[in-house]
């Protein structure tokens, strides 16, 4: 059921502002490769017999079809991460971080669900292997990163989990954004961070008693 549910992500990322026209693309692992949307297509017009299936070792399956053009992102994340999903966006707040910072702060502690601060990945040509060697080795402990002068990428166990990282990291960068107008933000720590990640099992094991 991963094609259908492709084609209903990519038009909800165009419907939701991730994207503008027809950029941005997504994809999801298969036992053969990757099922990756199409070049140029508008969303409302995609059909699940317009996807293209890559093959992780000899590439596109069925070559009368026109893959999206940053194939070799996608490809180069499956093969070096263990990521069912791949999200790639254009989204306005986090291509704006990209123009002016090395690096998304943790100005929230919902960053420790991307694995914690987010990367600005260097400039290179979309569709560039330089591009996905550069952001696939971001991605290495970090579950996003966002490309300098051109966008987002962020991967998933699924798709919707790939999905709803790319949302988060549009509503931190559009935080840091706000608040970076006003005074120079203040950031968490790493241990303020780590001290984060423990906190769901120290509630727990409190066990809702008091004292």
């Given at each position: ?17 991730l994207i503008q026209g027809t950029a941005g693309n997504a994809s999801v692992r298969t036992a053969r490769g990757m ?135 549009e509503w931190l960068c559009e935080l840091y954004l706000r608040a970076a107008a006003v005074r120079d933000p203040h ?5 303020e961070l780590d001290a984060v990640r423990g906190q769901a099992a120290r509630i727990a094991a409190r066990g809702y008693?008091?004292?």
């Amino acid at each position: 059921m991963s094609g259908p549910e492709l084609v209903a992500t990519y038009r909800r990322m165009a419907a939701e502002g991730l994207i503008q026209g027809t950029a941005g693309n997504a994809s999801v692992r298969t036992a053969r490769g990757m099922l990756l949307t199409p070049s140029s297509m508008d969303p409302a017009a995609m059909a699940e017999h317009h996807l293209c299936e890559f093959d992780l070792d000899s590439g596109l399956v069925d070559t009368a079809k026109t893959p999206s053009t940053e194939w070799l992102l996608h490809l180069g994340i499956y093969r070096g991460t263990s990521a069912g999903a791949v999200v790639h966006t254009h989204s306005l707040s986090a291509t704006a971080v990209s123009l002016v910072t090395d690096q998304l702060p943790a100005v929230h502690y919902y960053i420790t669900r991307l694995g914690g601060p987010v990367p600005v990945v260097p400039y290179a040509t979309y569709g560039s292997e330089a591009l996905a060697e550069s952001a696939g080795a971001a991605l290495q402990d970090r579950q996003a990163a966002i490309l300098q002068n051109h966008g987002t990428v962020t991967i998933g166990r699924t798709l919707a989990e790939a999905y709803d990282r790319a949302t988060l990291l549009e509503w931190l960068c559009e935080l840091y954004l706000r608040a970076a107008a006003v005074r120079d933000p203040h950031v968490l720590t790493a241990d303020e961070l780590d001290a984060v990640r423990g906190q769901a099992a120290r509630i727990a094991a409190r066990g809702y008693r008091v004292g």
